[in-house]
C-alpha cells in the first residue's frame, strides 16, 4: 500500500505534467456557468466535463484530473464512466471529499473546513468508483490578527486527519491550505501568513503520522492582494513564494501542486514557470488549476455543442502552456504563436 501511494504521488507530478482541478462544487460551477448565461443542469455539466475529459492529446500534460461527487458518478457522452474514461488514456482520477469551508464558531468571521463525519466510508466508496487520490482545502484570510491561531490550528487538524483517512484508505491525499490573495496585503504579509499556515499543517500531518511521500501539498502562490496598489511583479513572486516553500516544507513532500486562486491564467503560467526556472528544488513545482486551466475553454465553449472544438483548442493549449512551465521553457510569445496559427 505504502508503495502505490508513492507511486501514485510521483505519477501525479510526472515531469511535463500537472492536475487539472474540476471539481467545481454545484454552487462554483453555477458561478461559472453564469459567466457564460448558461444554465447548471446535470446534463449541462455532464457536458461540458465531457468537452474537457475527452479532448485529444491532454493526456501528455494533464497527470489526474479531480472530480466532484456528482462527476465521478457520471458518463461521457458515449457512455463510458468518467474515471474509466480518464484511466484509459492514462490519466489518474481523484476526487473532492471535504464538504466546504464553514464558519468557524467564536471566531470573526474564519472558516473551518467541513467534512470528516463518515469520511472513512466514503473513502472506500471512492476508492471503488475509481478514485487514487483525494482533495481537502481550508481556506484563510489575512487581516489584522488573521489568520487566526485558532483558525490555522483547527483547519491543520481537520486537514491531517482527512490526509490520515485517505492513505489509510490507499488514497494520496492532496492537502490543500489556501491563504486567499484578496485584499490589499503586501507579499511580505503573504508570505509570513502562508508560512504560519504551513507550519501548523506540516506540524499536525507529522503528530497524525501521514507519510510525507505518499501525499502532495496543494498550496497559494505568495502574492501581493489582488487590490494592492504596487503589485509585486514575476520574479518577485517566484522568488518569495520559493523561499517560503524552502522554509516550511518538507523534502519528503514528492510535489507541490499549485492552485491558480484568482490569478489570470498567464499569470499562474508565468508564476509556475519562473519558479521552476530557479530549479532545481527537493519537491516538483507543479500545477492543480481550475480557473487557470478552463477559464479561456469554458468562454470558447459557451454551452454550445457547435463549440466543442473550439473550447477543447483552447483547454489543451493551457495544458500545454502549463506543461512547458513545469521545466522553465515558457514565454510569453508561446501564447501568441499558437493564437496565430
Ligand atoms: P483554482 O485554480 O481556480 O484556484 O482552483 C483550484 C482548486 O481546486 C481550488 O480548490
Redesign the pocket.
Known sequence: MTNQLHGTARALVAEGKGIL?A?ESDGTIKKRFDTIGIESTEPNRRAYRDMLFTTPGIEDYISGV?LFDETIRQSSLDGVPFPQLLVDRGIVPGIKVDIGAKPLALSDGETVTEGLDGLRGRLAEYRELGARFA?W?ATYSIGEHRPSEYCVWTNAHALARYAALCQEAGIVPIV?P?VLQDGVHTIEQSSKATGRALQGVFTELHDQRVDLYGALLKPNMVLSGYDASDRAGVEEVARATLECFYRHVPAAVPGIVF???GQSDEDATAHLNAMNALGRHPWQLSF?????LQAPSLKAWGGDPANVEAGQRAFYHRAKMNGAARSGLYAPEMERQAASV
Do not use: C, H
Open positions: 482541478a471539481d479531480i482533495k482545502r490543500e489556501e492552485l491558480s486562486g492543480s488549476y481550475g480557473r487557470a
